[in-house]
């Protein structure tokens, strides 16, 4: 509570705040995770995602004369959109850079061993598809009413395409890639810029992969599934 400008913790805090995380009650029993988090937030001064509470408070997909489980559930989808979106934008971020050691690499594809001119091909066509998808993605998740079926489908996508990636760039063939592109690329640090092209590459495909199961998760209660 406020008291006197400041917060105070209720001193049964910490008790309902266990009782709600571990609320089984089969008639009542529901997902308090971030009535708890906002809670917390409030009491050590953290900031707050404002979008996220703010399209909470106007959505017309919550009923909230349902019950405290319906509620929850309507609650932590538009929780988890805005965690994909969160996600989404912090892999972009890292974008440009990977993209311009990508091309300068890909433009000294004569340098490569003939076996891996058409590994680098299908990584290249790979990582723009994961790329593209991503844009989609992002779009899809702020439209007022995002598409189930739609979002499904495109982190199907990314499943493929990160799989691509990991199989053909980060297996086996990682060590030969990395000497590989030190050539390519041409540089005095060609080995330490091709091992961390490698890394990153290994590093933000499975950040993908992981967007890619997360959009599929998100479709399908929505799908019915």
């Not at 891996?116 to 790329?131: F, G, K, P, R, Y």
């Not at 993605?137 to 691509?164: D, F, Q």
């Not at 950040?207 to 799908?223: M, Y």
Request: glycine fraction near 6%.
């Amino acid at each position: 509570p406020l008291i006197d400008g400041e917060f105070n913790i209720s001193p049964d805090w910490p008790v309902v705040r266990e009782k709600l995380l571990n609320d089984n009650d089969p008639k009542r029993g529901a997902d308090w995770s971030f009535w708890v988090e906002w809670y917390d937030k409030i009491l050590r001064g953290d900031p707050q995602d404002w979008d996220m509470l703010y399209e909470i408070a106007v959505s017309q997909d919550i009923d909230w004369e349902a019950t405290s489980r319906e509620v929850n559930a309507a609650i932590a989808r538009i929780v988890e959109k805005h965690r994909l979106l969160r996600e989404i934008a912090h892999l972009k971020a890292q974008r440009h850079q990977l993209v311009s050691l990508t091309a300068s690499a890909e433009m000294r594809s004569h340098n490569m061993p003939p076996e891996l001119v058409d590994d680098e091909a299908w990584v290249t066509q790979s990582i723009q598809i994961i790329w593209d998808t991503m844009d989609e993605a992002e779009e899809e998740l702020r439209e007022e009413k995002p598409e189930p079926s739609r979002l499904k489908y495109l982190g199907e996508v990314l499943l493929k395409a990160t799989a691509e990636v990991i199989i053909r760039y980060c297996g086996p063939k990682a060590d030969i890639m990395v000497t590989a592109f030190a050539k390519a690329i041409g540089t005095t640090a060609g080995v330490a810029a091709a091992g961390w092209l490698v890394t990153q590459l290994a590093t933000q495909a499975e950040a993908a992969r992981k967007i890619g199961n997360g959009l599929v998760e998100f479709a399908k209660p929505l799908l019915g599934g």
